[in-house]
C-alpha cells in the first residue's frame, strides 16, 4: 500500500518560500510554479515552506493562498497546506456547518479513518474550531445514522485482535438483524461493525456468508436504506479493502455526480501519502481506465494540471 507524493530529495524551505513568495506577487500569480513547488513536497515539507514564508514575508502562506487563488485550483493549494488531521477536521466542519449537510462526506471520513486518525481529527477540530466534533455531529445528524457516527468518532475500535468462536456469533446476529430490523437489531449491528476490530470482521463477514449464502454489503442494500445503509455499506468495504473503497468512492465522484470536486480533491489529497498509489491501481483494475485518464477528461486549466500531479501518473495512463 504505497501513496504518491514522497520527501521531495535536496530539501530546501527558504527557496521553496522564496520561489512561492516570487510566485505569488504581482497581478498574476504563477500557477506553475505553485503546482510544481507544493504537489511535489510531502506534508511535512510544506508545514516547513509555510514555517520560512511566515519569517520571510511575515505573513501566512494559507492566508496568501486564498488572497490570491480561486475555485477549485484555490481548494487544492490550500488543502495541501493542512495537516492531515487538521485537513480532516476542515472537511467535517465545513460538511456541517452552514445549511444541510454533505452526509457523504461524513460518511467517507469517519468510516475510513483508524484510531490514532480519529483521536487526532477530534483535537485538530477542538483546537482549530473550538467546537466539540462529536457534539456537532450529534447536533447535524440523528436516528441510527446518528448513533453509528457517534460509535465510529469515538475512535475505540479493537485493535488486532481475533476470536473464530465469536465470529460465528457475531455472524449470527448480524443475520439477525438483516431479518428483524428492530432498533435493538441496528444497535447490536453498529456496534459489532464499529468495534470489532478489521481482522474479527473479516471472519465475521466469512461466517456471515456461510450462514446467509449471502455477501454482507448485499445483504445490508437488501434491508436497510438511506445513510445508515450507506454508512453501514461504506465500514465493510473498508474492512475488505480500503483503497478499493476510495477507489470507488471516485468513481462515483466523478461518474455519477458530475465530477463532485469536493470529494476528489478530499480524496486525493487525504490518501496522496498513504495509498493512492494503490488506489490507481484499484480503479484502473475495477473500472477499466485509469483515475489519470478521468480526471484528464473531466478537469480542465490549472485545476486539473494540479490533480494530476498529485495523481501522478504512469507513461500508460497519458
Wanted: with cysteine; proline share 3%; charged share 20%.
Amino acid at each position: 500500500v504505497q501513496g504518491t507524493i514522497f520527501p521531495a530529495p535536496n530539501f530546501n524551505p527558504i527557496m521553496d518560500a522564496q520561489m512561492l513568495g516570487g510566485a505569488l506577487q504581482g497581478f498574476d500569480c504563477d500557477k506553475d510554479m505553485l503546482i510544481n513547488i507544493l504537489t511535489q513536497r510531502c506534508n511535512a515539507q510544506r508545514m516547513m515552506i509555510a514555517e520560512a514564508y511566515q519569517s520571510m514575508y511575515g505573513r501566512d502562506l494559507i492566508g496568501d493562498l486564498r488572497e490570491q487563488l480561486s475555485d477549485h485550483f484555490k481548494d487544492v493549494m490550500v488543502g495541501l497546506m493542512y495537516p492531515p488531521p487538521l485537513y480532516d477536521a476542515h472537511e467535517l466542519w465545513h460538511a456541517m456547518k452552514g445549511v444541510g449537510t454533505d452526509e457523504n462526506c461524513l460518511i467517507e471520513i469517519l468510516a475510513s479513518r483508524t484510531n490514532g486518525e480519529i483521536f487526532q481529527m477530534r483535537e485538530a477540530y477542538c483546537l482549530q474550531y473550538s467546537n466539540n466534533l462529536q457534539e456537532d455531529i450529534y447536533s447535524e445528524t440523528s436516528g441510527h445514522f446518528r448513533d453509528t457516527l457517534m460509535n465510529l468518532v469515538q475512535g475505540t475500535r479493537e485493535e488486532g485482535y481475533t476470536d473464530p468462536a465469536m465470529a460465528a456469533q457475531d455472524a449470527m446476529v448480524l443475520w439477525e438483524a438483516c431479518q428483524q430490523k428492530t432498533g435493538e437489531h441496528k444497535t447490536m449491528l453498529q456496534m459489532i461493525l464499529c468495534n470489532k476490530s478489521y481482522q474479527q470482521l473479516w471472519l465475521v463477514f466469512q461466517e456471515f456468508q456461510n450462514i446467509s449464502g449471502q455477501d454482507m454489503v448485499d445483504a445490508i442494500n437488501e434491508c436497510y436504506d438511506g445513510y445508515f445503509q450507506e454508512l453501514l455499506v461504506a465500514i465493510v468495504l473498508c474492512v475488505r479493502d480500503k483503497p478499493a473503497y476510495f477507489a470507488y468512492r471516485l468513481y462515483s465522484a466523478i461518474h455519477d455526480f458530475g465530477f463532485h470536486n469536493k470529494t476528489v480533491i478530499r480524496i486525493l489529497i487525504a490518501r496522496s501519502e498513504i495509498d493512492l498509489l494503490t488506489i490507481r491501481k484499484r480503479y484502473k483494475e475495477r473500472y477499466g481506465k485509469s483515475l489519470f485518464h478521468d480526471i484528464r477528461n473531466f478537469a480542465s486549466g490549472h485545476y486539473k494540471k494540479a490533480l494530476l500531479a498529485i495523481c501522478a501518473g504512469d507513461a500508460e495512463d497519458y
